[in-house]
């Protein structure tokens, strides 16, 4: 009996790379800020930043840019920001392409509830309509 030599076990492994890092920590810190401890906000504007720096990064796909940017609007939406939330949002409602984008249409009805408040304002208007329209697509 001939001895076979040690072949390693192959595993496969989720790469990273910097934009991806930063998408998740983003979420990260959304999930972590509390509305009731001013001290937390520091984590939606690191969120913020490490968002645009993602839709800054020339390799990333169309479609993450898309659940990027969506959280993005999210953040802004949190703080109150709601034009700036409603611009990215109605951005990524005219990319989006619905028979590939569940995720992405998911995020932006978290969105819309958000916005809900402020559904009367011309910019939360706009962006209801836009995504009523896709969806309809």
């Avoid at 990333?60 to 990027?68: A, E, F, H, N, T």
């Avoid at 392409?97 to 569940?102: D, E, P, S, V, Y």
């Avoid at 958000?114 to 209801?128: A, G, R």
């Amino acid at each position: 009996m001939s001895k076979q030599p040690h072949q390693p076990q192959r595993t496969y492994l989720h790469r990273f790379d910097d934009a991806q890092c930063n998408g998740f920590r983003s979420v990260c810190y959304q999930l972590l800020y509390d509305s009731k401890n001013v001290e937390t906000v520091r984590l939606l504007e690191q969120a913020r930043g490490t968002l645009e720096n993602a839709l800054l990064d020339s390799s990333v796909s169309p479609r993450r840019k898309q659940l990027y940017r969506t959280d993005l609007a999210k953040a802004y939406a949190i703080q109150g920001e709601i034009e700036k939330a409603c611009d990215l949002a109605i951005q990524t409602v005219q990319e989006v392409n619905q028979a590939t984008a569940k995720h992405v249409f998911q995020r932006l009805g978290e969105i819309q509830r958000l916005l809900q408040p402020w559904k009367k304002t011309p910019s939360v208007k706009c962006f209801n309509e836009a995504l009523h329209i896709t969806r309809m697509v």
